[in-house]
């Protein structure tokens, strides 16, 4: 299989704090993985790709300093939110693509972050 | 812009009536189209599409490609109530090996008993 796992399914913090998702390919060597907000009854819309051991790639309209992404091996990236508001509060869901298949994506399965 | 436009947004049907789901794109280098099925949580892959005219096919699920018109349906036949879901396509990009997605903003299927 594909699977990949996301950690915490879901987090509630005060504003201000910052909060770390991690993504991680289970039985597979992720060489690109994905970052997707989704707020609720919308799609999925992409924040930004990441390569291991190189910077991501954020999407127009995404701030890099508040959004940090990390792919520091092939099979985990982090996405820490940093200062969070209730703003940021969303669904956030990583993919994952395998190096030789990198036209399909693997999605983790969400984690819900609320900020109060 | 790259742009997926789903259509129609929401639709619901009862059990046993087939359904079509619509999805235009404008994707720049456009390589491929997938179908996603969400339902309570992360999405979860239907089909893949990269050639025109060739249907793809799973149970009561179908799909094809129309790259002429810049366009996808995805049929369900004899839909049942765990068809319930957001259907979303979305159009990978095709300038580099990255395997960005733009996803459509989804059809939100009901099926009643």
């Known amino acids: 299989g594909a699977v990949v796992s996301q950690h915490p399914s879901w987090v509630i913090c005060k504003s201000g704090t910052s909060v770390k998702i991690e993504c991680r390919s289970l039985?597979?060597?992720?060489?690109?993985m994905f970052w997707y907000r989704q707020f609720p009854k919308q799609s999925l819309m992409l924040m930004a790709t990441?390569?291991?051991?190189?910077?991501?790639?954020?999407e127009q309209g995404v701030e890099k300093d508040k959004f940090l992404i990390n792919h520091a091996s092939l099979t985990l990236s982090t996405l820490t939110v940093t200062s969070a508001h209730p703003e940021d509060s969303s669904f956030y869901i990583c993919?994952?693509?395998?190096?030789?298949?990198?036209?399909?994506?693997?999605f983790g399965p969400g984690t819900r972050l609320t900020v109060l | 812009e790259d742009k997926v436009v789903q259509s129609p947004l929401s639709l619901v049907v009862h059990e046993g009536d087939t359904v079509t789901l619509n999805c235009s794109y404008e994707v720049t280098n456009f390589r491929s189209l997938l179908w996603y099925k969400q339902e309570k949580k992360a999405p979860t892959f239907l089909f893949m599409l990269t050639s025109s005219g060739i249907e793809k096919k799973s149970g009561r699920l179908s799909s094809i490609l129309d790259k002429k018109e810049l366009s996808s349906i995805l049929n369900i036949t004899a839909t049942q109530t765990g068809d319930s879901a957001i259907y979303l396509c979305?159009?990978?990009?095709?300038?580099?090996?990255?395997?960005?997605?733009?996803f459509g903003q989804g059809t939100t299927l009901q099926v009643k008993p």
């Open positions: 993919s994952a693509s395998r190096r030789a298949q990198y036209n399909e994506q693997f």
């Open positions: 039985d597979f060597q992720a060489t690109t």
């Open positions: 990441s390569n291991e051991g190189s910077k991501a790639t954020y």
């Open positions: 979305a159009g990978r990009h095709g300038s580099s090996n990255t395997g960005k997605l733009i």
